[in-house]
């Protein structure tokens, strides 16, 4: 179960993709409900970043274990142009799609733990791990 | 027992009452339990989840469709469990920038604060009162030998903006100290400071004045201030102090006039900013009659207590809420 397992992200119908592959890896290593539909959730806001910022990427998901806890982490990444600003977008209010409670700043509240990298002009990078309780 | 299990059995008995009962009470409980919730920061996400855990329990015969439907209501929840951590954490951050405007506005109180000076031929008084958290009215007293020097301003415009901008002032005042006998040069020399400093949508008003304590006189000059008064003794008559002069930052040539007054005692000087006399009441403005009436009333007693006494009264006419920053200051011949 250790094979991280890929999805490009194109256009609109590759975030529901995403999204399935994330829910049968949340099911399968035995997260609950809610949590499934954080991921999820999770997964759609960073494919949606995707496919309307940088155009295309990809999100790759793969079962972690770390002092004897599981989880899935989610890993975001593009070619894009990068995020110049990152402290503003990881500000709340702050998200050019002007959608309410979306963005960057939401999807780390749903996860555990969250790191983002970003280099203007060759993309951005962004891990996402959820633990299981 | 964690708060989690905790929130989910009180949940469970919460909803068999009502369940069995359909009454007022059970729902009335229902929406207290929501303020418990809300106060463990439980998010509506959760509550949709303990619910379905719940009916779960209760019918376990429930149809696959209506476990699916459940699941549904739990995907869209997540949207709102979103915005709602959104909304904790923006709470959050508005209660540390209204700190540190409060940390903003003591700093403003220490820089700008001007020590009421002593003498004897003189009784002073002043208040001054922000409307909001940041006072963008100003006051400042120098004494030197033989006289005292006084300035009044306001910002147009409010808050922490005109606050910023009256530090500038207060240091450019600092830095003329030449000019400080000459009440016309020193608002040519400022006028020069903020029209070159200042956004050209700022504008400041100020009447600067200098009572020279040998001979009794006041010299003053105002640019575009609101009026101050001039209550002489001997005839028992308040008459309106104008002194013309443009708003300092409006042109950098702008010249201004110099007045006097001769003052013999108990003849007062009332300076103030425009909110004392634009006090809205239910009535519609203050007239600036009612001022003087104000000030006649508490006229026999020292300066400070007639200003303060007259803040009181303007305060309660306006229903302890003040529209604009407040100062008023009364110098008062003594001997």
């Not at chain 1, 960073?46 to 998901?61: D, V």
Request: with cysteine; aromatic share 8%.
């Amino acid at each position: 179960m250790d094979i991280q397992s890929c999805v490009e992200v194109c256009n609109e119908w590759d975030i529901v993709s995403a999204r399935q592959l994330g829910r049968n890896m949340a099911k399968e290593l035995g997260f609950g409900n809610v949590d499934q539909a954080r991921i999820t959730t999770a997964i759609s806001e960073l494919a949606r970043n995707i496919y309307l910022y940088a155009g295309s990427g990809k999100i790759c998901l793969e079962p972690v274990e770390q002092m004897g806890r599981k989880g899935l982490r989610i890993i975001a990444v593009d070619n894009g142009p990068g995020i110049r600003d990152i402290r503003k977008v990881m500000e709340d209010g702050y998200t050019t799609s002007g959608g309410l409670g979306a963005g960057l700043p939401g999807v780390k509240r749903l996860m555990d733990e969250f790191t983002i990298d970003s280099t203007i002009d060759s993309g951005t990078e962004i891990l996402a791990t959820k633990w299981l309780r | 027992m964690n708060d989690r299990d905790f929130i989910i059995d009180r949940y469970k008995d919460l909803l068999t009452t009502y369940l069995n009962g359909k009454n007022e009470t059970a729902l009335y409980k229902g929406q207290q339990f929501s303020r418990k919730l809300i106060e463990q920061q439980i998010s509506p996400e959760d509550v949709v989840s303990h619910h379905i855990n719940v009916l779960n329990e209760l019918f376990p015969d429930m149809t696959e469709e209506m476990k699916d439907a459940f699941d549904f209501l739990l995907e869209v929840m997540i949207g709102y469990g979103f915005a709602y951590r959104e909304h904790q954490s923006l709470r959050t951050r508005q209660r540390q920038l209204e700190s540190e405007i409060e940390v903003a506005a003591s700093m403003q109180q220490t820089l700008l604060i001007s020590d009421v000076p002593t003498v004897d031929s003189l009784d002073i008084g002043v208040k001054s009162v922000p409307a909001k958290k940041m006072n963008g009215d100003y006051f400042n007293f120098v004494k030197d030998d033989k006289s005292i020097s006084v300035a009044v301003a306001d910002i147009i415009g409010k808050g922490i903006p005109a606050a910023l901008c009256m530090s500038m002032i207060k240091y450019a005042m600092d830095s003329l100290p030449e000019q400080r006998m000459q009440p016309n040069l020193l608002l040519e020399n400022l006028n020069r400071v903020v029209e070159q400093n200042v956004h050209p949508n700022m504008f400041i008003t100020m009447l600067y004045g200098l009572y020279d304590t040998d001979v009794h006189k006041f010299y003053y000059a105002g640019a575009g201030h609101e009026p101050g008064f001039f209550y002489k003794a001997a005839t028992d008559e308040f008459e309106d102090m104008f002194a013309k002069g443009l708003v300092l930052g409006v042109s950098r040539t702008t010249k201004y006039k110099e007045y006097e007054k001769q003052l013999d005692p108990g003849d007062m000087i009332i300076l103030l900013s425009d909110g004392v006399t634009e006090c809205r009441t239910s009535k519609g403005f203050i007239e600036r009659d009612e001022i003087v009436a104000l000030i006649r009333e508490n006229m026999h007693k020292p300066a400070q207590e007639i200003v303060d006494s007259v803040f009181h009264e303007l305060e309660r006419l306006q229903e302890f809420e003040l529209r604009d920053d407040f100062t008023l200051l009364i110098l008062k011949r003594m001997v």
